[in-house]
Every structure is written in C-alpha cells, then in structure tokens.
C-alpha cells in the first residue's frame, strides 16, 4: 500500500507540476484573466492533499511504520486499502472542478467573496466536495496508526524486534 500511496503522489506531483507551468504561462501574457485563479486554486489544491498528505502520511507511514515495530503490516489493512480507494475519485473531482462552469477559481484558502460569486457555486462544490473525499481518506488511514503503535503482537503479525535505540551498539558488536 504504501507503494501505491507514493506513485499516486508522484502523478499528483506531475499534475501540479503541470499546473504551475501553467501559472508562469498565465503570467507571461499581458491581459488578466479569471483562468489564473483557477489554475492558482488547483495547483495548490493538488500539492497539499495529493501529493504532500499522501506521500507523507500514506506512502511513508504504510513504509516505515510496520519496520520500525517489527509488524507484517499495518493493523487495519482492510481500512488502509479503502482510504488508498478514495483518493483517485478525489483526484478526479478535483481536476473536473476546473472544467465546471469557469472552474473553482477561490485561492487555495477558498477565499469567500471569491467563492460567493453565482459563476463559480457549481465548481466551488465539486472542489469542496473532493476536499471532503481525500479529507476521508487521510482520516481512513490514519485510524491504524495510533492502534498498530500501542499492542503490534495482537493487531498485525509481527516479524522481528523492530528498531530499538542503541541496538548494536554494545561492547560485543
């Protein structure tokens, strides 16, 4: 899992890569338009909780967590799987929120007199609504953290001592 949680956010990276490319085309053109904000918006959208959330609490976490105790896996498995399951949809609402109407245009804090206006309601809820979805999917995940730190023996199989400070380190070695 938590190789599928880092590829998902290198291809997030990728997409937000491409949208900040976009940003500095936007910036080179003499006239203002409202795409800036849009793409502004998805930009930042797409590195916080698609790239930076899931690679770091995903990706690392599914990575180094178990090694670090000695377990075979993390303790809710079934769970980690369904939070990896809401991302990808998540990923899509998100990039459709661009196409919606004149796209969710608000800045990365949603900012509300720019997320009020009549033009953007539709898209501004799409985006929301895919916040909403990789906000589940961060909560699904981590629920096995706290549970596989306490008691590892009776929630995953466990495969070795784990890491200890100081192991290796004795006189003898």
């Known amino acids: 899992m938590g190789t599928l949680y880092l590829l998902f956010a290198i291809e997030a990276g990728v997409d937000g890569t491409l949208f900040s490319m976009r940003v500095r085309i936007e910036l080179a053109l003499p006239f203002v338009s409202r795409v800036y904000n849009v793409i502004i918006t998805a930009h930042a959208f797409l590195m916080i909780f698609f790239l930076i959330m899931p690679a770091l609490m995903g990706g690392f976490s599914n990575l180094l967590v178990p090694i670090q105790i000695g377990a075979a896996e993390m303790a809710l498995p079934r769970l980690n799987a369904i939070s990896f399951m809401l991302l990808p949809p998540s990923l899509l609402l998100l990039l459709s929120s661009v196409l ?13 007199p720019l997320s009020t206006h009549p033009s953007v309601a539709g898209a501004v809820d799409v985006a929301i609504f895919s916040l909403h979805l990789s906000g589940g999917s961060s909560l699904a995940g981590s629920k096995s953290l706290p549970l596989l730190s306490r008691c590892p023996s009776s929630l995953a199989r466990p495969i070795g001592g784990g890491m200890e400070l100081g192991r290796g380190l004795e006189a003898g070695d």
């Open 100 to 112: 919606v109407e004149v796209g969710a245009g608000v800045g990365w804090t949603v900012y509300p």
